[in-house]
T-cell receptor, first 114, second 111 residues
C-alpha cells in the first residue's frame, strides 16, 4: 500500500513564525502536491513538484514556498505565518505524468496560527 | 479557467435511502475523473473514470462518466451511517500534473 506521511496532525504557531510542514511518500512517486482545504472552498493547490528540485506554483502560492531535495520528501514552508493561513494542509503524491493514476493523500495537518 | 463543480453542497438522508452526487467539469484536455471519500482524515480513493458510459461499481457505490455532457454521478444505495463523509470529485488533464478538485458534497446519514 502507498503511504504518504505528514509529520504532524496538529500544529499551533504564532503569527510571524516560520513553519515547516513535512511530507514523505514511500512509493517512488514522481509527483507530489501540497493543498490547503477550507470550508466552502474545497482543496486548493499551493505548489506541486514533478521531480527532485523541480516545483511549480499552484493556484495560491503567495506566502508559501516548497523544497524537494529528495524524491520521497516534499516540504511546505510558511515564511512568516499569518492567521489567514490557519487551515487543513494535505500532501499528496502520484506517479509520473502520462500515467493515469490517482493521487494518494497524507492524513493532513491542521495548522492554527494565533 | 478549468473548474470542477459539485452538487449539492450538503445532503442529509436517512439510513437506507439512495443518494446521487453530481460532479460537472470544464477542464481542457480531460484525462480522468476521480471520486474520493473524506472522513475526518485523508481522502481515500473510490473510483477513477476515463471512458464514457462505463459504470464502475464497488459494493453499494457506483459511478459513471458522461464525457459529452461533462459530468459524472456517484450513487450510493442503501446508505449507512458509515457513509457519512465529504465526497470529493477531481479531474486530471493530459497536460500538466494537476488534479482539479471540486468543493465536495457533505453527506450525513442519520439512523
Amino acid at each position: 500500500d502507498v503511504k504518504v506521511t505528514q509529520s504532524s496532525r496538529y500544529l499551533v504557531k504564532r503569527t510571524g513564525e516560520k513553519v515547516f510542514l513535512e511530507c514523505v511518500q514511500d512509493m517512488d512517486h514522481e509527483n507530489m502536491f501540497w493543498y490547503r482545504q477550507d470550508p466552502g472552498l474545497g482543496l486548493r493547490l499551493i505548489y506541486f513538484s514533478y521531480d527532485v528540485k523541480m516545483k511549480e506554483k499552484g493556484d495560491i502560492p503567495e506566502g508559501y514556498s516548497v523544497s524537494r531535495e529528495k524524491k520521497e520528501r516534499f516540504s511546505l514552508i510558511l515564511e512568516s505565518a499569518s492567521t489567514n493561513q490557519t487551515s487543513m494542509y494535505l500532501c499528496a503524491s502520484s506517479l509520473s505524468r502520462g500515467r493515469w493514476t490517482e493521487a494518494f493523500f497524507g492524513q493532513g495537518t491542521r495548522l492554527t496560527v494565533v | 479557467e478549468d473548474k470542477v463543480v459539485q452538487s449539492p453542497l450538503s445532503l442529509v438522508v436517512h439510513e437506507g435511502d439512495t443518494v446521487t452526487l453530481n460532479c460537472s467539469y470544464e477542464v481542457t484536455n480531460f484525462r480522468s475523473l476521480l471520486w474520493y471519500k473524506q472522513e475526518k482524515k485523508a481522502p481515500t480513493f473510490l473510483f477513477m473514470l476515463t471512458s464514457s458510459g462505463i459504470e464502475k461499481k464497488s459494493g453499494r457505490l457506483s459511478s459513471i462518466l458522461d464525457k459529452k455532457e461533462l459530468f459524472s454521478i456517484l450513487n450510493i444505495t442503501a446508505t449507512q451511517t458509515g457513509d457519512s463523509a465529504v465526497y470529493l470529485c477531481a479531474v486530471s488533464a493530459n497536460t500538466g500534473n494537476q488534479f482539479y478538485f471540486g468543493t465536495g458534497t457533505s453527506l450525513t446519514v442519520i439512523p
